[in-house]
């Protein structure tokens, strides 16, 4: 049978943040933030770019301004000068006095919490979708033999299609490069990355992965589709805590790194020694960081499947799959 899923409505559970709580919270979590948005604003601002540290503000749409800004997910509940600030947010609204008095709080304060039914009407599609690209790759076995080439599907022949990268070189040069290329097999199961690949690459994968067929290829062992638990992470705000969307950040942050390692460019002089995935050592040690990976964005993913049904009451009616453990290999 085919799982369904439906829409509960449960008695949302309201916690008073204090003072002295949220505003810790704030400012670790815009320190947290800064650390990687500030270089990559004054990259931005002198017209210098950097080809891993840029990827996180250039290819995903959260901007460094939105990131920036706090979120206590769902449940908590801003008083005075934090409520004040938020009570123009979209996807927040005020208590009203019979919540109010439940927490102690005299009618006619200003508090603030996270809008469900006002998330839940803009956002339905989207969390449904999370929900079953979340739970879907779980329950699907991770495949760690793609070696990271789909980088190099992308540059493959680029020198017929003139795609020359505008400030990198390939490490082994474009002939070096294709060989590589020609022998390995190229399996790639994630469209947002095949669909980079040039042209005369696209039928050397073994996968035909599509927009349509994503929800029933993603699978755990692909570097993309972990840095994606940031991008699933980001588009639920502020059902979400801001400190649960970073950690999917730094995570697909170390991740992006690893993925330009692996990949045919050179970037010893950015500071990141290449994995030589072209030779059997190479291959090792892709695949150990790639089981790391996996097994750090199973526990991520799960977190946030947890955090998405209490912040929405979104429940299915089949056994939840285990979304904490990695899944074994292909």
Aim: hydrophobic residues 40%.
């Amino acid at each position: 049978m085919p799982r369904k899923t439906y829409w509960e409505a449960p008695v949302e559970q309201l916690k008073l943040l204090a003072a002295n709580e949220w505003r810790a919270r704030e400012e670790a979590h815009q320190l947290r933030v800064g650390r990687y948005a500030d270089p990559y604003l004054e990259r931005r601002s002198a017209g210098r770019k950097h080809p891993v540290e840029d990827f996180l503000f250039t290819y995903y749409t959260q901007k460094p301004g939105q990131l920036r800004r706090w979120h206590p997910g769902a449940g908590s509940v801003l008083v005075d000068r934090a409520g004040e600030a938020r009570r123009g947010w979209k996807h927040y609204r005020a208590l009203d006095d019979g919540e109010l008095a439940r927490l102690g709080l005299p009618a006619g304060s200003t508090a603030v919490t996270f809008d469900r039914a006002a998330f839940l009407a803009d956002r339905a599609d989207a969390v449904a979708f999370a929900e079953i690209i979340l739970r879907g790759t779980a329950a699907r076995p991770a495949q760690f033999g793609c070696f990271g080439l789909h980088e190099w599907a992308m540059v493959y022949r680029q020198d017929k299609f003139d795609l020359r990268h505008e400030y990198l070189e390939l490490r082994l040069g474009s002939e070096g490069t294709d060989q590589v290329v020609e022998d390995n097999r190229i399996r790639c199961t994630h469209f947002d990355a095949f669909r980079f690949y040039t042209p005369d690459a696209l039928p050397l994968n073994e996968h035909l992965p599509t927009r349509d067929s994503q929800r029933h290829m993603e699978q755990p062992g692909c570097l993309h589709a972990n840095m994606d638990l940031y991008k699933w992470a980001y588009k639920l705000l502020p059902a979400l805590p801001s400190e649960l969307v970073m950690d999917c950040f730094e995570l697909s942050w170390r991740i992006r790194a690893m993925d330009m390692q692996a990949s045919p460019y050179d970037l010893a002089a950015w500071g990141y020694p290449p994995i030589r995935i072209e030779t059997t050592d190479g291959k090792a040690d892709y695949v150990a960081r790639q089981r790391g990976f996996a097994r750090e964005a199973a526990t991520l993913r799960g977190r946030l499947a947890t955090a998405l049904a209490a912040a929405t009451g979104l429940a299915t009616r089949s056994e939840k799959g285990d979304l904490h453990g990695e899944q074994g290999a292909a």
